[in-house]
């Protein structure tokens, strides 16, 4: 039984769908430039796939997890083949070791509390082959945002079936533990001409 904690319900993979259908092209090389055929790869935090299906695509052996089942349904849409489960990432137990584990767009940033970054950490230190890599990306204080006291629309995007998905979101910087903190909700408007 999978524990709920999902934070990606159908209207954020809706959204995320219309806004972030396709990993940027930098960042993609990037992650690609270490990947080698005929090595184990795995992506934890894979979502819908942005990364994992272009690096299927390419040959590579590539596995993902991920909590959100809604994301991982539209991975399946995209390539009903991917290699994936449904798992927090601190309970995954994978059966064999990787190459190579990568975590892209500053996902791992989700995670506020650093006891849980560290544990992740550990994690998936165990994961990894004896000359395994683990490549990550963060935010840092360069992208802090500016504090805000109420909630502002952040993005307002339409989807095919004309509704309207309105994400508002508000900012706030803890100095002591030097984290971003940016609680966001999210609606739908049903659009009527």
């Not at 190459?99 to 892209?104: E, P």
Request: proline share 4%; net charge negative.
């Amino acid at each position: 039984m999978i524990e709920e904690k999902n934070y990606y319900g159908n209207l954020c993979t809706e959204m995320y769908e219309i806004l972030h259908a396709e990993a940027p092209q930098d960042e993609l090389n990037f992650y690609l430039s270490y990947a080698e055929k005929g090595k184990k790869i795995l992506e934890p935090l894979c979502g819908s796939g942005r990364f994992l299906v272009p690096f299927v695509e390419r040959g590579l052996d590539i596995s993902g997890i991920d909590l959100s089942n809604e994301m991982l349904q539209k991975l399946k849409q995209k390539l009903p083949e991917a290699k994936v489960v449904q798992a927090d990432i601190i309970k995954y137990s994978p059966r064999e070791k990787f190459d190579y584990i990568f975590i892209s767009s500053g996902s791992v940033s989700l995670f506020t509390d650093t006891d849980l970054c560290k544990q992740i950490l550990c994690r998936i230190k165990e994961w990894l082959s004896p000359m395994g890599k683990f490549v990550f990306a963060v935010d840092t204080i360069a992208n802090r945002c500016t504090d805000d006291n109420d909630y502002a629309i952040a993005v307002s995007v339409k989807t095919k079936e004309n509704f309207e998905l309105v994400l508002k979101s508000k900012n706030h910087y803890d100095e002591q533990s030097q984290t971003q903190l940016s609680p966001e909700f999210m609606k739908c408007i049903v659009i009527r001409n």
